[in-house]
C-alpha cells in the first residue's frame, strides 16, 4: 500500500508541476499579446481615433447585455448526487458584467461575472472576495474553498495548505453559505465536514481543470487579488 500511496503522491506533483509549467508559458504568451494588443491600438488611434473608439463602444455594450445588477442569468436547480456534491441542472449564464450580480446559490459556481477573473493559482485569501471575480476564476478551471467563521480553525490551516500547493484553486471567509465548510467548481459545490473528510481530495482531483471547465487552460494569474 505504501508504494501505491507513494506512486500517487508522485503522479499528483508531477501534474501539479506540468500545470505550474503550462501557466509559466500562458504568462509569457500573455505579455507578447498585450505588448502586439499596444502596438495595434496605438496604430489604430493614429489612424482612426473615432472609429475605435466607436468599435469599443459597440463592443462593451454587447458583452455586458445582462449589467443591470438584476440577476445572474442562471436557470435550473442544484440536484444532490449520492457522494453529496451538488449540480446544477440548468443554464449557467457566462456574460460579462461590470455590475454585482445577484446569484441564486451562495457561494455562486456559476452565472455572468465580472471581466476580469480573481486570481487562483493557490491563492488564499483572509478578506472576503467579490463573488463576480471569483465565478470567472471558476470559468477557468479553478475550485474555490470557501469557509464561515464556525470552521475550526485546524481546518481552515490545513485547506490553506492544500490550496496554497495547488494551481487552479483559491480559498476564501464566506459568511453567506449554509455549511461551515465549502468547496465550489463551475456548476458543482460540496459541502465538507472538515479537511480530513476523504471528498476534499476527490473534490480537487475532479474538478480542478476537470471536464466541467467553461475555458480549460485559461490563466489563473494576472487578474484581480482581492
Known amino acids: 500500500m505504501g508504494?501505491?500511496?507513494?506512486?500517487?503522491?508522485?503522479?499528483?506533483?508531477?501534474?501539479?508541476?506540468?500545470?505550474?509549467?503550462?501557466?509559466?508559458?500562458?504568462?509569457?504568451r500573455n505579455r507578447i499579446l498585450v505588448i502586439a494588443a499596444s502596438v495595434v491600438v496605438v496604430a489604430g488611434l493614429a489612424v482612426g481615433g473615432v472609429v475605435l473608439v466607436n468599435a469599443q463602444s459597440d463592443k462593451k455594450d454587447s458583452a455586458t447585455a445582462s449589467d443591470d445588477g438584476k440577476g445572474s442569468g442562471d436557470t435550473g436547480h442544484f440536484t444532490a448526487g449520492a457522494d453529496g456534491v451538488k449540480t446544477w441542472s440548468g443554464k449557467l449564464s457566462r456574460t460579462h458584467v461590470t455590475s454585482r450580480v445577484t446569484y441564486p446559490m451562495h457561494p455562486p459556481v456559476g452565472g455572468d461575472h465580472n471581466p476580469v477573473w480573481l486570481n487562483c493559482n493557490g491563492n488564499v485569501y483572509t478578506?472576503?472576495?467579490?463573488?463576480?471575480?471569483?465565478?470567472?476564476?471558476?470559468e477557468h478551471g479553478a475550485v474555490w474553498v470557501t469557509y464561515t467563521g464556525k470552521a475550526q480553525k485546524a481546518d481552515v490551516d490545513a485547506l490553506a495548505a492544500k490550496v496554497k500547493s495547488t494551481p487552479y484553486s483559491l480559498m476564501s471567509p464566506y459568511?453567506?453559505?449554509d455549511a461551515p465548510l465549502i468547496l465550489s467548481a463551475w456548476g458543482h459545490q460540496v459541502a465538507v465536514k472538515s479537511a480530513k473528510d476523504p471528498e476534499v481530495d476527490k473534490f480537487f482531483a475532479t474538478y480542478v481543470q476537470g471536464r466541467q471547465t467553461p475555458e480549460p487552460g485559461a490563466s489563473c494569474t494576472g487578474g484581480v487579488m482581492k
Open 175 to 177: 459568511e453567506n453559505q
Open 127 to 138: 478578506e472576503p472576495v467579490q463573488d463576480e471575480n471569483a465565478v470567472h476564476a471558476l
Open 3 to 28: 508504494s501505491g500511496k507513494n506512486s500517487s503522491t508522485a503522479a499528483r506533483k508531477a501534474r501539479i508541476e506540468e500545470m505550474r509549467r503550462a501557466e509559466r508559458a500562458r504568462e509569457s
